[in-house]
């Protein structure tokens, strides 16, 4: 019997390992990106002749998919752990909020609501049964737990960070999740929470796979676009690109899903329409390289009108980057309705009124001291997940014989990350074996 075969729509993370994993299971693996770089949304750009990742990407204890594949491929000495810390801008104030006498001193709260924060992440930190929540808003669930100062001075720029307009809508178990990831990446909860980067970015990692398949002699295929989904006899058999036809015992789409919907026949109507109900909101993210810290924290929540976004990342304060490359970076993100006037606003337009919020949160800071500024937009930043949300969740199998799936809903109640579609992808090898 010769070879299998698998043709694989998208190279970003989930992809390029399901790549990997079938090339060393002997299969011929083609892969094809529509874009001129693999990564997807953990694609990176040059600066200062260094990659950086165009979305911040940081690496938490309990991403064991992760963590196994940096070993795999050779890479655990590029990996470090570094304390990350959170600081919280509240009414033109930035205030420590990384251990829980941080917490105890947060003066926006009264002591009784600092209390009530305390006790939710603990019962996130230990909890498990997420399913109690599915039928709560994430905001009907904190309020019952929470006073409504603390929901709207902690929480509520927190979901906006995330879901934009959105923000009301999301599951209770979403929150819940975030807290126990985040949780269980330190020690104890007096200890700081330990984050993880690579030297050199998830662009390291994302080449190690590249080698891998290229070794097994797959086939990455840059700037190619699959148009159409091919089928024979009710089956997946493989995908036109252009005036290309390429065919495979399977086809695995590790796209996003409207990216997905696209390619369906009309024959698979019925799929079609159950993914079309998932709604996607855009990303646009603001990436500074400044001479200067604009703070100390790696992480930032913002709840103050005057600054435009609702948090941001210093990512320099987690990677020492700016001790090879000599600059501080920091990310702005704002999730946003891709109907939404935001997101089809000018580079300009965004940037400019964040930059001149800046003076608010570090008062020496000049404008001077900002050497690029980079936008970068996705219109597939993020899936809405309302209550009930896991019903509506796609399997990797899907209807249409021989097509698989790859796509971070799978990984509700869990926020999208690396591990999380590096792990969907081992799923599917194994189902496949
Ligand atoms: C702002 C932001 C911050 C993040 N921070 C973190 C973090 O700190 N830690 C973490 O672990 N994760 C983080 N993530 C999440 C992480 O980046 C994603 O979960 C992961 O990269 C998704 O990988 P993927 O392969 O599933 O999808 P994608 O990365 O979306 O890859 C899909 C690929 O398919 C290609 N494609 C689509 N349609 C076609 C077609 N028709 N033909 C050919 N190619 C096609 C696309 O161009 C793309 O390259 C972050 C994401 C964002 C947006």
Same mark, same amino acid.
């Given at each position: ?6 043709? %694989? ?5 989930? @992809? ?45 204890? @309990? ?84 006073? +409504? ?87 997946? %058999? @493989? ?68 600054? +435009? ?53 570090? +008062? ?9 500024? %980079? ?25 249409? +014989? ?20 590096? @792990? ?10």
């Amino acid at each position: 019997m010769g070879k299998r075969s698998a043709i %694989i729509i998208g190279g970003g993370i989930s @992809g390029l390992t399901a790549g990997y994993n079938l090339s060393r299971r002997g299969y011929n693996v083609t892969l094809l990106e529509r874009r001129p770089v693999l990564g997807g949304l953990a694609r990176s750009i040059t600066i200062n002749n260094k990659p950086i990742e165009v979305y911040y990407h940081f690496i938490c204890g @309990g991403d064991q998919a992760l963590l196994q594949l940096i070993d795999e491929l050779g890479l655990a000495e590029r990996l470090h752990w570094a304390p990350a810390r959170t600081g919280y801008f509240v009414d033109g104030q930035l205030y420590p909020l990384t251990s829980p006498w941080d917490l105890l001193r947060f003066s926006p709260l009264s002591l009784a609501q600092r209390i009530s924060f305390g006790r939710l992440i603990l019962y996130c930190r230990r909890s498990t049964r997420w399913q109690n929540l599915e039928h709560l808003t994430a905001h009907q669930w904190l309020l019952e737990r929470l006073a +409504p100062q603390a929901y709207d001075v902690v929480w509520k720029s927190l979901l906006d960070l995330k879901f934009g307009e959105y923000g009301e809508q999301i599951s209770a178990p979403w929150v819940w999740h975030r807290l126990h990831r985040v949780t269980r990446s330190r020690a104890s909860v007096f200890q700081p929470e330990q984050m993880g980067y690579l030297e050199g970015g998830t662009a390291v990692l994302l080449q190690a796979l590249v080698t891998q398949i290229r070794e097994a002699d797959g086939e990455i295929l840059l700037s190619t676009e699959a148009n159409e989904l091919l089928m024979s006899g009710g089956k997946a %058999i @493989g995908v036109r690109a252009g005036d290309k036809e390429l065919t495979g015992d399977m086809v695995i789409a590790a796209t996003q899903i409207p990216e997905l919907i696209k390619l369906l026949p009309e024959e698979a109507a019925s799929y079609r329409a159950a993914l079309a109900a998932i709604k996607f909101i855009g990303i646009i993210c603001v990436m500074l390289k400044m001479t200067e810290s604009l703070t100390d924290y790696f992480w930032v929540n913002s709840n103050d009108t005057r600054v +435009p976004c609702n948090g941001f990342i210093e990512y320099s304060n987690l990677n020492p980057w700016k001790q090879y490359a000599g600059s501080a970076i920091a990310y702005f993100p704002f999730y946003s309705d891709t109907n939404a006037p935001l997101f089809s606003a000018s580079n300009e337009e965004i940037a400019e009124p964040l930059i001149n919020s800046l003076s608010l949160i570090r +008062p020496e800071l000049t404008t001077n001291a900002i050497k690029q500024v %980079i936008v970068t937009r996705d219109a597939c930043g993020q899936a809405v997940c309302p209550p009930g949300f896991s019903q509506q969740v796609p399997e990797i199998t899907t209807p249409v +014989p021989n097509l698989y799936l790859l796509d971070s809903t799978q990984l509700y109640p869990s926020d999208r990350c690396l591990s999380g579609m590096i @792990g969907l992808a081992n799923e599917l090898t194994e189902l496949l074996s």
